[in-house]
């Protein structure tokens, strides 16, 4: 009842910056708290960044101070600002939300972040 797309992906420098986007449809007046996870090559997926209905933010150590979560209620979009991008950040970026209607957590499709040198 909740389907999530993402956009925003792909190729940088290191220290440059990328917006990634997550736009909800369905039953979108049932969100709750949101957030944005990563997974790379042999490594589990991992909480990079949550943000609840309030506004309230949680990041990840690695992220804090460079990326900034945000959600824009009307549009139904979350989204997520990298900036000093870092080689260790690369890895498929995953949108996921918690909703009151079942399987309650929904998951987007991914989106390749490739930080270079």
């Known amino acids: 009842q909740v389907q999530l797309v993402e956009s925003g992906g792909g190729l940088v420098q290191a220290g440059g910056s990328l917006r990634l986007s997550c736009a909800a449809s369905?039953?979108?007046?049932?969100?709750?708290?949101m957030g944005w996870y990563r997974q790379a090559p042999g490594k589990q997926r991992e909480l990079v960044a949550a943000?609840?209905?309030?506004?309230?933010?949680n990041y990840a150590d690695s992220v804090k101070g460079r990326f900034t979560i945000s959600r824009d209620n009307a549009k139904s979009t979350l989204y997520l600002q990298m900036n000093s991008l870092k080689p260790e950040d690369t890895a498929v970026y995953y949108c996921?939300?918690?909703?009151?209607?079942?399987?309650?957590?929904?998951w987007g499709q991914g989106t390749q972040v490739t930080v270079s040198s």
């Open positions: 943000i609840t209905s309030g506004g309230s933010t």
């Open positions: 996921k939300a918690d909703s009151d209607v079942r399987p309650y957590d929904y």
């Open positions: 369905g039953s979108t007046f049932s969100l709750n708290a």
